[in-house]
């Protein structure tokens, strides 16, 4: 017997790469098919109208809350093809994946950087109320914005 860890270390490596690979292979299918359901009714018209009527406004505002109104059954089903949305799930958050959630907090970047949003730090304080989301995932959250340097 030998007291060289070398081959079980590399074996060890290799076995968390390819699960890494297999997170990484998933992302690649999200970010592929990311909101593709918006360019197709039912949600087509509701969000060709949206997308125009959000270019004006701030997020969390009553008149982002009105034009979400106006598109209400296209988000609505929206939400129900779009498992990135806390919507998608009876029970929001506590439902979804950590693939679902990495890819809800760049869908929350790009919608900042889409309307009127100061940054997304407001709309992880503005989220955080609005689905509920505890201290310590908030904090996950605002470390990989950080991180990224978003």
């Known amino acids: 017997m030998t007291d060289d860890s070398t081959a079980d270390t590399q074996a060890y490596i290799a ?3 390819a699960r890494l690979q297999t997170i990484i292979h998933e992302l690649n299918i999200q970010a592929a098919h990311h909101d593709e359901s918006k360019l197709w009714e ?22 982002y809350r009105a034009a979400l109104a106006e598109a209400q059954s296209a988000i609505a089903h929206h939400y129900q093809v779009n498992r990135h949305h806390p ?9 979804m994946t950590l693939i ?3 890819e809800m907090l760049c869908d929350w970047k790009a919608a900042s950087e889409r309307t009127q949003q100061d940054s997304i730090a407001k709309s992880l304080t503005h989220n955080q109320q609005r689905f509920g989301i505890d201290d310590q995932l908030a904090t996950i959250l605002a470390n990989t914005v950080q991180a990224l340097e978003w």
């Open 42 to 63: 039912p949600e087509k018209s509701g969000f060709d109208r949206l997308t125009m009527a959000l270019k004006n406004v701030a997020y969390g505002t009553e008149a």
């Open 15 to 17: 076995t968390v790469q």
């Open 100 to 102: 679902d959630l990495i």
């Open 87 to 95: 919507e998608h799930f009876p029970d929001g958050i506590t439902n």
